[in-house]
């Protein structure tokens, strides 16, 4: 996503066949920038989760309380 996520957000949300690689992706991309809240949203929106979509999330929660 090299920093461009309103492109990288683009494609996602055109993406007709999205998977979990897809999804964690992006979660991972909002919260390495700080932006929790969005990363939040689409993991509550996921059809399916694994491991990296939570640790995704938790990682972001720390970062966001250091």
Not at 6 to 12: E, K, P, T
Not at 16 to 21: K, T
Not at 32 to 59: H, P, Q, W, Y
């Amino acid at each position: 996503m090299c920093g461009r996520i309103a492109d990288s957000r683009l494609l996602f949300d055109d993406g007709i066949d999205l998977d979990v690689v897809s999804w964690n992706s992006m979660i991972s991309e909002y919260v390495r920038i700080g932006n929790t809240s969005t990363a939040k949203k689409l993991f509550d929106e996921m059809s399916e989760r694994n491991v990296v979509s939570c640790s995704s999330l938790i990682s972001g929660d720390c970062l966001r309380k250091l």
